[in-house]
């Protein structure tokens, strides 16, 4: 088998259900197989996660189930296995936005091997994948044509599932962040100064009520302190204050278009 293009990494721990739907998004792509690898990182799960996996083993090009120390360690463990250019993380939940997702990002990495990075809008979908709305209409800035490590100075308006880098500029994951340690890993590629691609259109479905959703305040802190890092102490509690403004006039403004 020729090296793949793209590894997806799925993560998974006790989400029978949300595995399920993604395997059906994966399996539904329209691309060669030969393109793209898919990889399931199980957590060990007590549910019946690990024996779906044996049972659909034909359209997993590897996987593993055991202890992990949460979200980030099975991610490092999806870095650690991939053998793609590129990454794409695509966790258990979280699907395709349409069976030409992983064909648009392939033409995208064919007509443009320079790029490093190729980004593009993501759905936030409810439990029954009913659609809550595109992150480019949520948030209050404008969604970018490029992203550099300031795009996201005052704050993250591309989502994870919709974000995927090339292989040998990927960092693995920082531990000691529980919530939010996919902001970091994002702003350290960045920081790289990486070549930046947009792919028009809606790549992935992000399933609302995850792992940083459950745990909010946690999440909030955690964000807070990798901006900090990132950017600077004052800098930092300057941007913060413009979100707060800029999203009560967002808000404001939605109010007021819906009067």
Not at 106 to 123: C, H, M, R, W, Y
Request: glycine share 6%; proline share 3%.
């Amino acid at each position: 088998m020729s090296k793949p293009v793209l590894s997806i990494i799925t993560i998974n721990y006790n989400n029978l259900e949300g595995l399920k739907a993604t395997h059906q998004s994966v399996i539904a792509q329209d691309v060669r197989r030969t393109d793209f690898e898919w990889l399931v990182i199980d957590g060990g799960s007590t549910d019946d996660s690990k024996a779906y996996v044996e049972s659909i083993n034909e359209h997993i090009d590897h996987w593993v189930s055991e202890p992990d120390k949460g979200i980030y360690d099975a991610m490092n463990k999806g870095i650690t296995m991939a053998k793609g250019d590129y990454l794409w993380f695509l966790n258990r939940g979280d699907r395709f936005h349409h069976t030409k997702s992983l064909q648009d990002v392939l033409s995208a990495i064919e007509q443009n091997p320079k790029a490093d990075v190729f980004f593009g809008d993501t759905d936030f979908v409810d439990e029954k994948y009913q659609s809550m709305g595109l992150i480019s209409e949520m948030k209050p800035q404008k969604f970018p044509e490029k992203i550099t490590k300031s795009s996201f100075r005052f704050g993250m308006n591309i989502c994870h599932q919709s974000i995927v880098v090339r292989a040998a500029l990927s960092p693995k994951y920082n531990l000691d962040y529980k919530q939010a340690s996919d902001i970091d890993w994002i702003l350290n590629v960045l920081e790289l100064n990486p070549v930046t691609h947009k792919v028009p259109g809606v790549l992935s479905d992000f399933q609302m009520g995850g792992s940083s959703t459950e745990n909010s305040r946690k999440a909030i802190k955690e964000r807070y302190e990798i901006f900090k890092n990132h950017f600077g102490f004052l800098p930092n509690i300057l941007a913060h204050v413009w979100i707060v403004i800029r999203r009560v006039l967002f808000n404001l403004k939605g109010r007021s278009g819906a009067a």
